[in-house]
């Protein structure tokens, strides 16, 4: 097999080494959630947003903060409300009375890891103005343009069960987050780990910081130390550009974004397999062709967190529901019918043949 990788067997063992060290330290912070770990370390090192949907309490913010943290990154956490006004969250131009001239006040966006907490409880105008700042990492102000620091990373959180004082997002803004994960409950053993490293007020000395009542997040001190260097992140994400990727590979790949898509052809409509065709009818609008770019990167991201230099389809099939979950707009019929877009995804993933 030909070799196409440019980095040697040397300096691939040295970013494995630094992935390991990454993960390692935020599960210091972390009880279990090895997706969730795996999800946010493959957007960072891709250059890809991220949508967290969880009920309240599951340590969402806590995660992202650990992420950040560990790798030495500014971070800066928005709360999402009804009130908020974009320039909030880009920042504003105010006159300088001194210079006689407007000048731009940056706002919270202007970090390297940006937390929007529960982004669907601001309007779509608020919503919005994190578009250009996620597609072309860059704010404008005026006659202006700002831009962002590199590397620059969005995780935005949303409570999928409280919709009262909420705005869905349109399909136009979930497409540009890379990857939906979905965060669950712990099991009985990592609850009662929870309990115990974070249930005890024996933690904290006296006169020292508490938490608030009900915060998922003890104390700043839980937050691990940062174990990357300034040239440690941009090696690991060098190194993901280069995972071998095989024709095959890729020829599943699009292959499975395809199916996921209604067919307007019934010629290839009829030559598609019947399970195909049998789920083509739950789907209204399927994923755009930046799924499978998303795709293709999250299942290098995939291989390179799996101590490999190459991508197998199990790789692919690993990093599709996040890639596809909320590119996916059900038909009526499958509203009808109660069917899931994670249940959808995974019958998608049975009825393409792997290469």
Same mark, same amino acid.
């Given at each position: $097999? ?20 990454l993960r390692t330290a935020i599960g210091q912070s972390l009880v279990g959630k090895p997706e969730l ?19 309240? #309490? ?37 006159? /300088? ?9 940056? #706002? ?8 929007? %907490? ?15 700042? $996620? ?7 005026? /006659? ?39 965060? /669950? ?45 300034? %040239? ?26 395809? +199916? ?31 799924? +499978? ?63």
């Amino acid at each position: $097999m030909q070799e196409l990788s440019g980095l040697s067997e040397t300096e691939f063992q040295k970013v494995f080494t630094i992935v390991r060290r990454l993960r390692t330290a935020i599960g210091q912070s972390l009880v279990g959630k090895p997706e969730l770990v795996n999800g946010l370390l493959a957007g960072l090192f891709c250059d890809g947003h991220i949508l967290l949907e969880g009920v309240p #309490g599951l340590a969402k913010t806590l995660a992202v903060r650990s992420l950040a943290a560990a790798a030495g990154l500014d971070f800066k956490r928005i709360q999402f409300t009804p009130d908020l006004l974009p320039g909030d969250i880009t920042g504003t131009l105010f006159y /300088d009375a001194a210079s006689g001239r407007f000048v731009p006040r940056t #706002g919270p966006v202007f970090c390297n890891i940006v937390l929007a %907490d529960e982004i669907n409880r601001a309007p779509a105008k608020v919503q919005s103005a994190l578009l250009e700042a $996620m597609e072309e990492r860059q704010v404008t102000m005026g /006659d202006r343009t700002l831009p962002l620091p590199d590397p620059f990373f969005v995780l935005a959180t949303q409570n999928p069960v409280e919709h009262e004082g909420t705005f869905r997002l349109p399909e136009a803004q979930l497409d540009r987050f890379m990857l939906k994960l979905l965060v /669950d409950y712990p099991d009985e053993a990592e609850e009662l780990d929870i309990v115990r490293r974070y249930g005890s007020p024996a933690r904290f000395q006296a006169g020292g910081a508490r938490p608030a009542l009900g915060s998922a997040l003890p104390a700043d001190a839980a937050l691990p130390s940062a174990v990357l260097g300034p %040239d440690d992140l941009e090696s690991v994400r060098q190194a993901v550009h280069t995972i071998r990727f095989e024709p095959e590979a890729i020829a599943y790949l699009v292959r499975l974004v395809r +199916s996921a898509r209604p067919s307007t052809d019934p010629a290839a409509a009829s030559q598609g397999s019947t399970a195909l065709r049998e789920l083509s009818r739950y789907i209204e609008f399927g994923p755009s062709p930046r799924a +499978s770019l998303c795709l293709y990167r999250a299942a290098r991201a995939v291989a390179l967190l799996s101590d490999r230099r190459y991508v197998l389809p199990d790789d692919i099939k690993q990093a599709a529901p996040a890639v596809l979950r909320h590119r996916l707009v059900l038909s009526y019929e499958a509203e009808a019918d109660r069917v899931e877009t994670d249940v959808l995804v995974k019958a998608l993933l049975s009825a393409v043949p792997l290469p």
